[in-house]
Structure formats: C-alpha cells, structure tokens
C-alpha cells in the first residue's frame, strides 16, 4: 500500500477537470454527469430509517450502485492518500472499537461525549472546502463536483462509501487541537466518527475540561469552544462520567481493568442459548424475533437469521475478550454441539504440563515435523532440555496467519499463567514478517509471555519464503512414496505451458501465476498426467505422516536443517525467564 500511495497523490491531485476526475474514479464525463445533473435526487439514494435502541430512528441514505460505485473508488483514494491521526480510530485500517477503548483502561475517570447529528452537520460547503485546501488543492470546478459526489442534500449522507472518511478528514483541525488540549492538561484523547472520549488518572479532574455537579459532568466553556469553532455540537443527553468504583464504558467495551464485553451482551447470548438447547431452533426463535427483537427485524428465513445473529454475537466476544478466553470458549462449545456446521474460525485452547512452552502452528502438519525433529535431536543429545508442547488443531477449523495474528493480540489479556507461548509463522506471505517479528529479530514479545516467531532461513536455501517442508534436504523432501507420489515445486514446471521440464507426461493443471513465483512453492495438488484429471502428488498431510510414522523410503530422511528452529525457541524461551 506504502508503494501505491505516491502515484495515488500524484494521478489525484493531477486532476483539472470534471472529464480527468470521471476517468481517474473508472467512469465517464457522460456517466457522471447523469448521476449527478440528470437523475433526480430523490432517486439517487434510497432512504432506511433504522430504530434506536434509545428511541427514535436513524436515517441511513443509500446510494443506487452506479454512484456507490464512484464513490468506493474515492473513498480509497481517499484512504491511501494520508494516514489518519493515531487518536482516529473509526473507518481507520487495523483500528477498531478495541483499539480505541484500550487507551482508556484502568483510569481514574472517563468522560464520554457524542457529537450531535454528526455526518449531517458536514455540509456541502465545508466538503468543497476541503477539496479546495491542503492537501487537495483543487480547482473550483473539481472540488465543486466532488462535494457533489460526496453529498446528498446538501449535506454528507449516513450510508455513502465516501462518507466516514470524509468526517475524518474534515475532523483534523478538531483533532489536532483536542490532542493539543489533552496533551496541556495530562489527559488521554480518543475519536471513534462521534464517539469522543477523555480519560485520566489525575486525582483532580483539571477545571478546563469541567466539573462534576450533582453526578452529572459539566463542560468547561473551552471545551465546548473547540468543538463549537469547529462547525459540532455536543449531545448533552450523551454527555457522561464514570469513576473507576463504576463501570466505564467506552464504545460499548467495559474498561475498568482489562478490555471487556458487558456483562448484560454475555447474559444475552447465553439466554439465547439455552432457549435453543431446552425448547429447540424454532421455538427460540420465535421467542428472539417476538421479545427481544430490538432492531425490529422481519427475517424471511428466520431461524437462519437467528443462528446468524447468535454466531455473529460470539465472535464479537471472541475478537474482544480473546479466543482463548474461558468464557467465550464456553460459548462456543454450547453453540456448536447445538449445530456443528456452525464455523468460527476460532481454535480451541488446550493447556499443555505447567511449564511446557506451547508452540502453536500456521500449518496443521507443522508439528508432525516439528515433533519428529526434536525427537531425532534429542536421540543425538541435542535441545535435552527443551520441553515443547506442540499444538494440534482441530482438522474442521481453518487456521492460517490471520488467526495466529489475532491470538497474539488477544492471548495476552485471557492468559491467566505464566506459561510461554510461541506463535510460529511461515515467512512465505510477506506481509506478515513485519507483524511477526521486530526489527533485527526473528520474533516478537506481545506481553504475559506470549510470542510470535518467523521460521528462519536453512542454510541451504538462497530464497526467504520459506515454510516447513523446506527445511528438508532436496532428496528427502521429493521422495516418493509407496505408491509413486511425491511433492513437486514450482521450480520443476515450465511458467509459460506448464509442462514439467524433465517428465514429459507430467503437467501442472492450476494457473501460470502459481509457476511464475520467485521461490520454489510446494505443490501437493493439480499435478497430473496427459490424459487423465487424477492429481498424481503426493499431500502435504501424507507428506508429514510418513514422515511422522517412518513410511517406507521416509524411515530414514534428515532432519539437520530444522537447527535453527530449535535455537530460536531456547533463545526466545531465554529471554522470558
């Protein structure tokens, strides 16, 4: 993304007129200009009013698919263009309700603000401006006709693609001095869209930000100026305190100690439930939709809806409290005896011995590599004194670096020992060794004992991407097996016809682009023959139980290169004791 953002500002702000502006947002003068002059507003957008749980209802504009179209392609123009400030964490990439709550925990008291009609209160006007000053500098007619884009009514729609990052770009000036406030009084600023929070644990609540009078927070006038100065205006109703004896809240997480899920959310999913475990789908259903129905949903598909908003539910427990939470681990194992198609790619957590280090895997035959080596190490009196648990998945979850990623986050908070965890990943998806790894390291302390770690590099490979196959000399890891199979790489087909370069038979039926990588991928599927659409490799699972069990020709294979691995756990265990 970092590569793609200088040629995002330059291509941009590049643009002079409206035909340059349709064709840099994939349209064209004529087709812009009858979404914009010829279609009559009213049927531009379509209008939901959606009810609030507090009353009243909400007004969302939804734009017909030609101009939302548009509009998601400035809207990620507008994404790339300029990184949002640190205190931004609504419609921000990798920040969530969770990363903005946690800023706020374990204070002495925190203060919740609501911006009143928020996306309405940015008008046309002040999102013309916007275009017409830094870092845009537009022309009148360009910025005039991306306001149009951008607004319905005169104002910025709640529904538009283009909308949520406009209201942070228009929030800088009331961001910048807010941190400037926060910074000159001791105290902590955060914004999620019209979400405000103040927290700190200062003994006395500094008289510029307010007092407190009969429970209730008063705002200090200079306060209130900033945001008044900047075109917003507070929701007094919403306005609120909470000492740290109380529960604090912010954006619906209870931050009192750690990150948490209101205790009533919890009570709600485990009613729901026990409905289906005593009365059945149906009945409980029919419960849920007629009692408790507080978005006023009409489902056609009811018991579909109600399985889908209870799982929907659970995860967001699982992202918030931890997936090895004990709570939410509870949870899941009520909801998937109820129905076992249910999928939330979540892993269950064993605990290992007191005092194991627990190595958890990308790939669900990593450890059958990794046990048979230690085991061929420890025959050779080598890592003696390394005692390594290593995890097995379940075989109906799907595990890749996304979830090992998130349970490095998460693990920390829902960990109640001291037992050392090790997070190993492939370094065969770039993206994820800055995230696995610190600089100059091959791992990563996330807190509470918990670490990430890449796979190193063997000796006797001249490419990084590697996985856990290729700690396996040559020799070993094409051999086949009793019935002729083995592992193919990529480095053994032609990128172009896909035929392999020694056997003349042997073609590989998935895409060229698979064959054009620089390093060689481990094939275990789409290997064929002429004539026949039987895949002839050998699996990466068959692959790591011979292996595992000594299978024939695997009985006696080298297990020298997976070293390195082993003195990256003893380092890393070293540094946690």
Request: glycine share 4%.
């Amino acid at each position: 993304m970092q590569t793609e953002m200088p040629d995002i500002q330059s291509t941009f702000q590049a643009v002079t007129t409206k035909r340059e502006l349709a064709e840099r947002l994939g349209s064209s003068l004529k087709m812009l200009a009858y979404y914009l002059y010829k279609l009559p507003p009213e049927q531009q957008y379509k209008k939901y009013d959606i009810p609030k749980r507090t009353g009243g209802t909400r007004e969302i504009y939804a734009p017909i698919s030609g101009i939302k179209q548009i509009q998601k392609r400035l809207s990620h123009i507008l994404q790339n263009y300029q990184p949002a400030k640190f205190c931004v964490h609504g419609y921000v990439k990798e920040r969530s309700i969770k990363t903005n709550a946690y800023i706020h925990r374990r204070k002495r008291i925190v203060i919740n603000l609501d911006l009143k009609d928020f996306f309405p209160s940015i008008n046309f006007g002040r999102v013309r401006g916007l275009f017409k000053s830094a870092p845009f500098g537009f022309n009148d007619e360009v910025a005039t006709t991306l306001a149009q884009i951008c607004c319905h009514d005169g104002k910025l729609p709640q529904g538009a693609p283009t909308s949520p990052v406009i209201s942070n770009y228009i929030c800088r000036r009331l961001d910048n001095e807010l941190i400037a406030f926060a910074r000159k009084h001791k105290i902590n600023y955060s914004r999620y869209a019209d979400d405000i929070t103040f927290s700190t644990n200062l003994q006395f609540l500094p008289t510029a930000v307010g007092h407190i009078k009969e429970h209730k927070i008063v705002l200090s006038n200079t306060l209130r100026k900033i945001f008044q100065d900047n075109g917003f205006t507070i929701n007094e109703e919403k306005t609120r305190y909470a000492l740290r004896t109380n529960r604090q809240e912010v954006t619906g997480l209870i931050v009192n100690a750690g990150i948490n899920v209101p205790r009533k959310y919890i009570m709600r999913i485990r009613a729901m439930l026990h409905a289906w475990e005593k009365y059945g789908l149906e009945a409980a259903t029919k419960e849920h939709f007629e009692k408790f129905n507080y978005k006023h949903k009409h489902p056609d598909y009811p018991e579909i809806a109600f399985k889908n908003e209870l799982t929907g539910m659970l995860n967001y427990v699982g992202q918030m409290k931890g997936i090895g939470n004990r709570v939410y681990i509870a949870l899941y194992y009520r909801i998937t005896r109820l129905d076992s198609n249910i999928k939330l790619s979540i892993p269950e957590y064993i605990p290992a011995p007191e005092g194991t280090t627990v190595v958890f895997c990308e790939g669900k035959t990593d450890p059958l590599h990794l046990e048979a080596a230690l085991s061929w190490f420890h025959q050779q009196g080598e890592f003696s004194d390394l005692d390594l648990h290593f995890f097995k998945w379940r075989s109906d979850l799907d595990i890749n670096n996304d979830t090992l990623l998130q349970m490095c986050q998460t693990r920390p908070q829902a960990k109640r020992d001291n037992r050392i965890e090790i997070y190993l990943f492939d370094r065969d998806v770039p993206r994820y060794i800055q995230k696995a790894a610190e600089k100059d390291k091959s791992y990563k302390h996330w807190e509470a004992n918990v670490y990430s770690a890449l796979l190193p590099v063997p000796e006797h490979r001249d490419f990084n991407e590697i996985c856990i196959e290729h700690f396996y000399p040559n020799e070993d890891l094409l051999k086949e097996d009793k019935d002729g199979r083995r592992l193919y790489t990529t480095r053994e087909f032609d990128p172009e016809s896909g035929c392999h370069l020694k056997l003349k038979e042997v073609y590989y039926a998935g895409t060229r682009a698979q064959l054009r990588c620089k390093y060689p991928k481990i094939l275990d599927s789409n290997v064929r023959k002429t004539g026949s659409d039987e895949n002839i490799a050998l699996s990466k699972n068959n692959f790591a139980k011979n292996i595992f069990h000594k299978t024939g020709s695997f009985k006696e294979v080298s297990f020298t290169y997976f070293k390195v691995i082993f003195e990256l756990f003893e380092e890393i265990i070293a540094q946690a004791k």
